[in-house]
């Protein structure tokens, strides 16, 4: 789970207090892939694989899970596009990432896309 004073758990609290997440079956298993980084470990309170379950079947639990009907093919990474897909998808206001070739996008057809740092100055 990540640490609540850490800028993206900020950033999650505060989505989860302004609206609703969505999710699709890909972005919970890029999060979960991401997660598992270790450059990701100081932002945990529990690194690791443990930490990263925990974390995966809290956002589970939050956020509403959107089939993807419209497929987007836009990032230069094509793991990228299943962002802006669940976001079009689920008719999302904003993505919230630290991807530059997902911030470079901004605005995607109406969508945010912001930072944790840049959304938490909103």
């Not at 939050?62 to 669940?86: L, Q, Y």
């Amino acid at each position: 789970m990540l640490l609540p004073w850490s800028i993206p758990g900020q950033a999650v609290r505060k989505a989860v207090a302004d609206g609703q997440l969505v999710a699709s079956d890909a972005t919970i298993m890029q999060l979960a892939d991401v997660l598992g980084r270790p450059k990701f470990d100081p932002l945990c309170h529990n690194p690791g694989a443990a930490g990263v379950l925990a974390s995966i079947q809290l956002f589970n639990r939050i956020a509403d899970r959107i089939p993807i009907t419209r497929i987007i093919k836009v990032c230069r990474d094509p793991k990228d596009d299943r962002f802006p897909e669940v976001a079009v998808n689920g008719t999302a206001q904003l993505i919230i990432t630290g991807d530059a070739d997902l911030l470079a996008l901004h605005p995607f057809h109406g969508i945010d896309i912001l930072t944790s740092a840049g959304y938490l100055s909103c």
